[in-house]
Structures are given as C-alpha cells and as structure tokens.
C-alpha cells in the first residue's frame, strides 16, 4: 500500500457524460500527478500539481481538467467522454517536486 | 519530445535465471531515472537513480545509470515467479518549477517454474 487513495476504483458511464475522480495523497506529500495508462499508449502524463498550483502539463485533453484543493487532494474531471477515454487512471504523489512519485491503485474507467 | 525507450518489450525466461532489462532516454534537463514494477494495477517504486556508475540493490535486483550514454539497466538475479510483472522505466526531468516524469512503455517479463 503506497498510501495513496483513489476512488471509485472502478466507473462505468456512458459517452457524453462528465466523470470525477478523486486522489488523496501520501500523508504530507505536495505534489500530485495524474496518468492515463491504456492498452496502447502505456502510462501517459496529464498534470502535475504542487501544494494547490499546476505545475506541469502534459497530454491532457481540453476536456479533462483537474484541481487540487487546499487540504491537498485533488480531482481529475472528465468530461463529454468518449469511448477512447476508457483507461486506467492513476493518481501519483511526492514530498516535494523532483522526489519518488508513488502511485495509487488506480480508477478503472469504462465508457460504454 | 522526450523519450524513453525500453527493450525487451516481452521476455519469458525459467526460474533460475538471469535477466536484463534496458531503458535508454533522450529527455531535456535530466534529473532522475526511475524503476517501477507493475503486477496488477499499480506501478510499485523500485529504484531511483540520478548517479552515474553507482549500482543501486535489493535483494535480487539491481540497477545502473549511465549519464553519458543515456542508458541504464535492471538485473534480476535468480529469477522467481513472482518477478512476472511488467517493468516500468521512468526518466525525471525538470524546467525551471516544473517536474515531468516520463514512461517507457515497459518490459513484460514473464517467469515460468
């Protein structure tokens, strides 16, 4: 258990709707990374925030937007969902920026 | 576009055996190199490697970076079934504030008995 929760670990939803997941990181961690891992594309690198500021972004898509809250978790919002968006969803999180990143169980997501 | 590669994509091998994994990365302002394994869900942490030539161990596996020719490897001694996983090798690099870590799509290792 690397100490960061995910939920729902698992969501089936219909295209066109809007989804959010939700991340808790390691107790005292700042920076929070989200990945979307498929099939195809391996684990690929949406955003990264740092004790509530974006950080970094990658390839995440102008539907997708996330935030981090002052208690420090932090929600990933997609929306207008389409059949290519089902993945696996992973929250990571690090002491600081540059640390390990540890990873969370992932949110499974199943669009139909 | 940083980038980082890893070889062999698949790889069954018996119990007992010796194996090694490669990752090479091209990637601006490198800061880290790291090692994940990833059995059923999430990526577990195995190494991080920022050093040239210094070998990071534990238990049967080890690893090495090297800087210069932007590569490093992930030895797996005696091999057990439960080593079956993919391997993750993930390059940190850094531009001013902001931290980006990097995948390579992964080594699926196989061990049978």
């Known amino acids: 258990d690397s100490g960061v929760t995910q939920t729902p670990k698992h969501l089936i939803t219909a295209t066109g709707q809007r989804v959010t997941l939700r991340c808790s990181p390691r107790s005292g961690d700042l920076s929070v990374y989200w990945y979307q891992q498929s099939l195809d594309q391996g684990l690929q690198f949406l955003i990264h925030y740092y004790n509530g500021e974006e950080r970094a972004k990658g390839n995440i898509l102008e539907r997708f937007s996330a935030q981090q809250f002052p208690d420090l978790h932090s929600e990933l919002n997609l929306s207008s969902l389409e059949l290519g968006d089902s993945a696996l969803y992973f929250c990571?999180?690090?002491?600081?920026?540059?640390?390990?990143?540890?990873f969370g169980e992932g949110s499974w997501l199943t669009v139909v | 576009e940083d980038k980082v590669v890893q070889s062999p994509l698949s790889l069954v091998v018996h119990e007992g055996d010796t194996v090694t994994l490669n990752c090479s990365y091209e990637v601006t302002n490198f800061r880290s190199l790291l090692w994940y394994k990833q059995e059923k869900k999430a990526p577990t942490f195995l190494f991080m490697l920022?050093?040239?030539?210094i070998e990071k161990k534990s238990g049967r596996l080890s690893s090495i970076l090297d800087k210069k020719e932007l590569f490093s490897i992930l030895n797996i001694t005696a091999t057990q079934t439960g080593d079956s996983a993919v391997y993750l090798c993930?390059?940190?690099?850094?531009?001013?504030?902001?931290?980006?870590?990097?995948f390579g799509k992964g080594t699926l290792l196989t061990v049978n008995p």
């Open positions: 993930a390059v940190m690099n850094s531009g001013g504030s902001n931290y980006k870590l990097t």
């Open positions: 990571a999180s690090s002491v600081r920026d540059g640390n390990t990143i540890y």
């Open positions: 920022t050093s040239s030539g």
